[in-house]
């Protein structure tokens, strides 16, 4: 079985429509709730390494404290940024997914298909109704 971790949180749509993806590949991820268990800071920045994104980047905006502790000061050093995220896990942008074939913010959900070893194996539709994979496991173009 192929390893994937899903850094996830069940309160987001997009969250856990990625997840549902994995699964419709046959794969049974490793789920972490980051929010009960925040990955260690050491493994945060590696995360944002190997997605090759900024700590900016991996921010969320919606539904924290971004705007209360003045994070869009574009002057903060990345070591700043993640200060914040270590210190406010919900300022970490969910989901992240680790693959053998990379590491990739999900967003949206079906981003997650350019990072799993298996194909899908039928039709998948999110949870807003948008079919993002067809009957024969063939991702949907927009």
């Not at 549902?20 to 972490?32: C, H, T």
């Not at 980047?57 to 971004?66: F, S, V």
């Not at 942008?93 to 194996?121: F, H, T, W």
């Not at 998948?124 to 067809?134: I, P």
């Amino acid at each position: 079985m192929t390893d994937i971790i899903i850094y996830h949180n069940p309160e987001c749509g997009t969250s856990r429509n990625t997840l549902a993806l994995i699964r419709n590949a046959g794969i049974e991820p490793d789920v972490v709730e980051y929010l009960k268990t925040p990955p260690s800071r050491a493994l945060l920045e590696q995360l944002i390494e190997r997605a090759g994104i900024t700590p900016r980047e991996l921010l969320r905006e919606k539904g924290t404290p971004y705007a209360e502790l003045g994070l869009r000061d574009e002057s903060l050093t990345d070591s700043a940024l993640i200060d914040a995220m270590m210190a406010h896990p919900i300022l970490i942008n969910r989901p992240l997914v680790v693959s053998p074939l990379g590491v990739k913010l999900c967003r949206p959900s079906e981003a997650v298909l350019d990072i799993l070893p298996a194909r899908q194996l039928g039709a998948f539709t999110k949870e807003d109704g948008e079919q993002v994979v067809d009957a024969g496991g063939n991702r949907v173009q927009a």
